[in-house]
């Protein structure tokens, strides 16, 4: 199954800090394009209309501890849109507690019709107290 893994920043381009190697075959740009956005950034692969489903797992990540699936379109570089997976879960700074950036994978979902169906998030994360 075609899988990238990444760990990115908490901030407006979800700055790449890691992403496997496998996002060429994936997406079709090199890792390194997208770490410390040298070339692309993260948010640049979001089909425009899903970029505040982005925004919105983001903030579940970070008001749960649970890791939040959502479905989206991303774009190759060939400009193409295919649906995806997104799992990810926050991290947060240990000395002072914020949320730092994310962590998950992305799994392409093309070939497993039985997964399409609207950009939404998947699952419902819980409250932290």
């Keep these: 199954m075609p899988t990238v893994s990444f760990v990115c920043e908490n901030d407006e381009f979800y700055t790449m800090r890691n992403l496997s190697a496998s996002v060429l075959r994936m997406f079709g740009y090199r890792p390194e394009d997208f770490v410390d956005n040298k070339r692309s950034f993260a948010a640049s692969v979001v ?4 970029l505040d489903l982005i925004d919105e797992q983001a903030e579940a990540a ?4 649970s890791p939040v699936t959502s479905r989206v379109r991303l774009v190759r570089s060939d400009g193409s849109v295919f ?3 997104i799992m990810s879960r926050a991290l947060f700074d240990a000395k002072t507690g914020k949320p730092s950036g994310f962590s998950g994978s992305v799994v392409d979902i093309s070939d497993l019709p039985a997964l399409h169906g609207a950009s939404a998030i998947l699952t419902a994360a819980k409250q932290t107290p």
């Design 47 to 50: 089909f425009p209309a899903d």
């Design 83 to 85: 649906p995806a997976l």
């Design 62 to 65: 970070f008001s749960s501890n």
